[in-house]
């Protein structure tokens, strides 16, 4: 939904193309992104990093210029077809309060730091299972990673998306479960009140 997450700034003095270099070779061995950081820096704790900045007067921060141009509309499409949209991901509580202050065409928006469990632990996608109106089966659950959103999810049977979009997604486009496990594939979710109606005819 966010296309620059805060969290990724240079480490000083390092170059941008070989920050972004190690940060898609990370992502490519199926790492977690802040694997990144301890190339640069052994020991660096993200924690630590985001309460040092805060207190230094720059806090985590994020607003409706950092959406993709199509999430809003795309949700409020979804909700005016009667659709339940709800919204979570690995961020902090801060980011969870950000996106609520955003106003944005949803039910529900949670993060991992609010429910203390984070992907791809199963944890994660139970307590989603908890807070949606809906039995597993009825709900498709969008996301960019195979092994972080995708794979997961339907191990609990949900319905998955993955969308192609942003470097996982790069990645991971040819990987063969990215046409063998999710649901359905989009480029936007623009796509997805379309793919929906198709599907739920098809389920009929």
């Known amino acids: 939904m966010r296309r620059h997450p ?20 990370v992502i490519a061995k199926g790492l977690d992104y802040r694997e990144t950081f301890q190339v640069f820096r052994p020991g660096f704790e993200l924690d630590k990093a985001r309460q040092e900045r805060a207190d230094a007067g720059q806090p985590e921060w994020f607003g409706e210029d950092d959406l993709y141009p199509d999430v809003r509309p795309s949700l409020a499409r979804l909700r005016a077809d009667g659709l339940w949209v709800g919204i979570a ?3 902090t509580v801060r980011a969870g309060g950000i996106l609520r202050d955003l106003d944005l065409p949803a039910d529900m928006i949670a993060t991992s730091d609010d429910w203390g469990v984070s992907k791809p632990d199963p ?15 009825e709900i498709l659950y969008v996301g960019d990673r195979l092994d972080n959103d ?28 990215a046409d063998r496990v999710p649901t359905m594939r989009i480029d936007s979710p623009a796509e997805l009140p379309g793919k929906i109606a198709v599907f739920n005819a098809g389920a009929c």
């Not at 003095?13 to 070989?18: F, S, Y």
Request: hydrophobic share 40%; net charge positive.
């Open 123 to 137: 944890g994660f996608f139970r307590r989603m299972l908890e807070v949606a109106p809906r039995s597993a089966d």
């Open 150 to 177: 995708i794979q997961p999810a339907a191990s609990l049977g949900l319905r998955t998306a993955l969308i192609r979009r942003g470097p996982w997604a790069t990645i991971q486009q040819d990987d063969a479960d």
């Open 6 to 25: 805060d969290e990724l700034q240079l480490p000083k003095g390092v170059p941008r193309h070989t920050f972004s270099a190690v940060f898609g070779a």
């Open 89 to 91: 991901g690995n961020q």
